[in-house]
């Protein structure tokens, strides 16, 4: 399941902050537990970690790996299970100084299932596992085509991504008649063939080896869409991934667009859709219920202050301090809080209303 905004934003500023942190020797540990793993068996592996470290020849290095070790023994130790998600762990004295000490432990247990298993002691934190948790998992790839052009492209996150453009060249209908117009009928209908068959081909180079790709939207006006995905030869297992066909006007970039948002049945758990909904169901109420609503910073915190928020709407252009700030108020009276992008139409029409924003539980006296 992808990760949401709010989710993303945390990962993002706890990876930052333990990116900055670096130690001048070998002694900064990092411990990954995986979801569903004993967490004893990593207590008894901390305390022989501890033992082996007495053979560290450095004395003050000595010191600080097995003080590290102790301080994550003590935390294993008091969990009696391993989080749902798994949990990372993190010890070690990042004082730049040598001789000085500024010890630090961080537990933090990711958003989803930690799939990794690992036991490091360097210089540097192991964030890896954690990073890739941000990578987009839903890819979805969209065809627009009719007869003279065709356009493939990626639905990636928020994100379309244009990837080919082609035109067909099919010369178009003739006004003569009789053996001659169905002959040249034959002749473009042919092209036509052709020109399916090519467009399945690139679809193949450019969707068959998306291990994350999700599904195919194919639009375009007319029939033209049905035609292609009978008579193009799209190998089966891209025509088993088609999980929309959709009648637009467009088979060029602006159709690619047309595809997504007409295809918002299906895409119900994307990330773009819900989005999209959310900052729908906004702004129609800031249009027609506007005293159950309330945007800018002044007039959220008082309502907030009132306990009268029900969902609270932050841009992630906003300061990392203001949000943060913003949802520690939030969580006071269970406020839920949706962390707004800036990779949709809507998303920039929101940071341009001030990027703060709430629906209420209540009217404001």
């Known amino acids: 399941m992808a990760l949401n905004e709010k989710q993303k934003t945390e990962i993002e500023d706890f990876i930052e902050k333990m990116k900055s942190k670096k130690a001048r020797h070998t002694e900064l540990i990092t411990v990954l537990v995986p979801s569903g793993f004993d967490i004893n068996l990593i207590t008894k592996q901390l305390e022989s970690e501890k033992s082996t470290a007495a053979n560290i020849k450095s004395t003050a290095t000595r010191k600080n790996v097995q003080e590290a070790l102790e301080s994550l023994i003590r935390i294993t130790k008091q969990m009696k299970n391993t989080p749902k998600n798994g949990v990372a762990l993190y010890a070690g004295n990042v004082s730049e100084v040598e001789g000085q000490d500024e010890m630090i432990v961080e537990t933090y247990e990711p958003p989803e299932e930690l799939g990794v298993r690992l036991y490091r002691c360097d210089q540097n934190f192991v964030l890896d596992p954690l990073e890739e948790m941000l990578e987009v998992k839903e890819v979805y790839g969209l065809i627009t085509i009719e007869r003279n052009e065709a356009t493939i492209g990626l639905l ?17 209908k003739t006004n003569k008649g009789g053996q001659s117009a169905a002959r040249y009928s034959r002749i473009r209908d042919n092209m036509a063939k052709e020109f399916f068959r ?24 007319g029939p033209t869409k049905e035609d292609f995905l009978k008579e193009g030869n799209l190998v089966t297992a891209l ?10 006007g467009y088979a060029d970039e602006h159709g690619l667009d047309l595809l997504v948002e007409d295809s918002q049945d299906v895409l119900a758990n994307q990330e ?4 999209r909904k959310l900052l729908e169901k906004f702004f129609n109420m800031l249009g027609k219920d506007k005293d159950k609503t309330a945007y800018g910073k002044k007039e959220v915190e008082k309502a907030l202050s009132m306990g009268a928020v029900e969902t609270l709407f932050l841009s992630k252009k906003l300061k990392k ?24 139409e809507e998303g ?3 940071w ?10 209540f009217k404001l006296k």
């Open 198 to 221: 090519k467009i399945a081909d690139v679809a193949k180079q450019e969707f068959f080896n998306l291990k994350e790709l999700k599904g195919i939207l194919v639009g375009g006006p």
């Open 239 to 248: 025509q088993n991934k088609v999980i929309a066909v959709k009648d637009i």
């Open 156 to 172: 990636i996150g928020k994100k379309i991504k244009v990837l080919q453009h082609f035109d067909s060249f099919i010369p178009g």
């Open 321 to 344: 301090s203001e949000i943060k700030e913003l949802e520690r108020r939030a969580g006071e009276t269970s406020t839920k809080v949706e962390i707004i992008s800036t990779e949709t």
């Open 348 to 350: 920039i029409q929101f």
């Open 352 to 361: 341009n209303l001030s990027g703060i924003g709430a629906i209420l539980r």
């Open 272 to 275: 773009i859709t819900k989005e």
